[in-house]
């Protein structure tokens, strides 16, 4: 069984920052990538930003230069610093964790819940 959990949502002014977390647990063999979509009313869930195993990011247009994603490999945690936040940031941020549970299994998805990001003045 695998646990994805997110933490650190909530209400931001417009230029504010945020900082998420995801800390995924349980029966882990090896994680080949974590990462953000986010998926506001109306909307697709859309990735926000991804990193590898070995390091290496991608990020949607859209955050380039705002937003910063980074990875605890010893803790099974990524982090996503978000600055200089908009209105249009607003949605439902979820955290996706793509690893293994054993060594010969397939990689497979795992969500966390979602935490609701809100920009407002």
């Known amino acids: 069984q695998v646990q994805v959990v997110e933490s650190g949502g909530g209400s931001v002014q417009p230029g504010g920052s945020l900082r998420l977390s995801c800390a995924a647990s349980?029966?882990?063999?090896?994680?080949?990538?974590m990462g953000w979509y986010r998926q506001a009313p109306g909307k697709v869930r859309e990735l926000v930003a991804r990193?590898?195993?070995?390091?290496?990011?991608n990020y949607a247009d859209s955050v380039k230069g705002r937003f910063t994603i980074s990875r605890d490999n010893a803790k099974n945690t990524v982090y996503l610093q978000m600055n200089s936040l908009k209105t249009e940031d607003t949605a439902v941020y979820y955290c996706?964790?793509?690893?293994?549970?054993?060594?010969?299994?397939?990689?497979?998805?795992?969500w966390g819940q979602g935490t609701q990001v809100t920009v407002s003045s």
């Open positions: 996706n964790t793509r690893l293994r549970r054993a060594i010969l299994d397939n990689n497979l998805d795992y």
């Open positions: 349980g029966s882990i063999f090896s994680i080949d990538s």
């Open positions: 990193i590898l195993s070995g390091g290496s990011t």
